[in-house]
């Protein structure tokens, strides 16, 4: 029984990933042992040498002060002799830490005790020099020379430990590199050997012609409807190919057809829904005659209703033109934030109605480079949704900002949010998100997307988070 393309491939890997993660595992595993050990090493020398150096300048130093405090009965020299004291005991505990044997232990006991006959030593000349009592001085300073000679030389000895205990690190280092170098060679030959084969076998004959349709099924995705898919490939992939690209075709011709039915609809509609609303606009200023009360109200509904078919023809229009290519903008330098206030401000009778506040952080000090009307209605429609769908009592939290060398503005309602699962899809047209009430929020389902198209032709993106009030966040990024 032959095996199938799905089989081949997970034979084919599962026999790859073995090989390379034992060996990738082992080898990490030996590596990270070499760097730590080195970098042990590395350390250990250097704080060795460094407190090596520090308990010779300490003690010495305690010397000097201390036969400055004898000979002068000066105060400051006996304190600074406690400080230096202090910094030498400090030293000692760091380098026992890093020293361990007997050998070490040893050695480090003698700096101990000789440490405490010249402590000794000269304590006691201090309580005869405190008390005024007459004393050999000679002979303390011999007591403290011999005791500060041996600590000296013990000292030193520390030195030829480190030396000792570096140089056996070093081989062990040594030791673990070749270990690691011949198992890396040794399994290099094999995983070429396995790899080659699989490679020409496997990944060229199915993989490559593989990845190139997942990667013709984004483009389609993202609207690139061109059948241009061509692979060289076992009969079955060349059949997917094949039928991808007939599938190409006639969503292409779907598209165009539905381009030219909305852009002819939108021509034919916007003409008599004009007149309808301005012969409505007659009938409320009275030029046929007075109407009543309940005639105004219906002759109002009819209006509001003329004025929003109007616009989502106008909003068919726009998006037919975008997605065709014909929309030309009109870049000019534009002051943003004067923008969003322009917007808040239109907004601001909705907004009081539901009781809903303006919050506007601006952090952005340059201008922007794009059409000012087109940017205009991309404002409308993120903050008009965030007034609509904010309950309320709430706030719409709205931020520009200097990021990634553009400019970044972000508006933020407490709203139901948007799924995760609708967030991607959300700027398609006619694609709204499946809200609890969703009566409520009436839409198109244009909107976002002549949002996208919009911040898509200033060369910048537009996305969608949640919020950390729970509802939606909606940020667009324009180059400046």
């Known amino acids: ?22 060996i990738g595992a082992f080898s990490v595993y030996q590596i990270e042992k070499v760097k730590l050990k080195t970098a042990e090493i590395i350390t250990n020398d250097t704080q060795l040498i460094e ?57 480090l006991n003698n700096i101990n005790n000789h440490y ?13 020099i405190n008390s005024k009592t007459s004393y050999d001085r000679a002979e303390y300073k011999e007591k403290k020379e011999q005791a500060l000679s041996e600590l000296l030389n013990n000292i030193n000895s520390l030195k030829t430990l480190s ?20 198992l890396i060679l040794l399994v290099t030959v094999w995983f070429l050997i396995i790899g080659v084969l ?48 007939s599938m190409c075709e006639k969503l292409k011709e779907i598209d165009r057809l539905k ?34 009360q309940r005639q105004d109200k219906i002759l109002g509904i009819i209006s509001d209703e003329s004025q929003r078919l109007i616009k989502l023809v106008n909003d068919l229009l726009d998006l037919s033109k975008m997605e065709a290519g014909m929309l030309k903008y009109n870049f000019e330098s534009i ?9 808040i401000k239109e907004l601001s009778p909705i907004a009081e109605g539901k009781a809903v506040g303006f919050t506007l952080r601006n952090e952005l000090s340059r201008k922007v480079r794009a059409d000012s009307e087109r940017l205009l209605q991309v404002l409308r429609n993120l903050i008009g949704n965030a007034v609509k769908f904010s309950p309320d009592g709430s706030s719409v939290e709205i931020a520009l900002e ?14 139901p949010g948007i799924p995760e699962e609708y967030r991607e899809r959300i700027f398609d047209r006619f694609q709204q998100a499946r809200l609890p009430n969703s009566s409520l929020y009436k839409g198109t389902g244009l909107g976002l997307s002549i949002v996208k198209n919009i911040i898509n032709g200033h060369g910048g993106r537009v996305w969608v988070e949640k919020a950390p009030s729970g509802g939606s966040l909606f940020r667009f990024w324009l180059p400046l």
């Open 163 to 182: 030396r000792e205990y570096i140089i056996k690190g070093l081989k062990e280092i040594d030791r673990n590199e070749e270990s690691v170098e011949r």
């Open 116 to 128: 405490i006959k010249y402590r000794k030593s000269f304590d006691e000349e201090t309580t005869l």
């Open 1 to 22: 029984m032959r095996l199938t393309i799905f089989s081949r491939l997970s034979f084919g890997y599962m026999v790859l990933f073995f090989f390379v993660f034992s």
């Open 335 to 343: 002051d943003l934030p004067s923008l969003v206030n322009q917007v």
């Open 51 to 107: 407190i090596n150096k520090k308990l010779v300048d300490t003690i010495l130093s305690a010397e000097r002060n201390e036969e400055k405090f004898v000979l002068l009965g000066d105060r400051a020299f006996y304190e600074q002799y406690k400080r230096d004291i202090a910094e030498f005991e400090r030293n000692l505990k760091r380098i026992r830490a890093l020293l361990k044997g007997e050998q070490a232990e040893g050695v």
């Open 198 to 245: 699989l490679s020409a076998v496997i990944t060229r004959g199915i993989v490559k012609p593989l990845s190139r349709i997942k990667k013709k099924t984004r483009l389609i995705a993202e609207g690139d409807l061109e059948p241009d898919l061509s692979v060289k490939s076992p009969p079955e992939i060349a059949e997917v190919a094949s039928s991808i690209n």
């Open 402 to 415: 200097e990021k990634e060398g553009g400019v970044v503005f972000s508006v933020a309602d407490s709203g």
């Open 259 to 292: 381009a030219d039915f909305f852009s002819v609809m939108s021509h034919e509609l916007r003409t008599p829904l004009t007149a309808i609303k301005e012969g409505v606009s007659l009938l409320l200023d009275g030029v046929c005659g007075p109407t009543n």
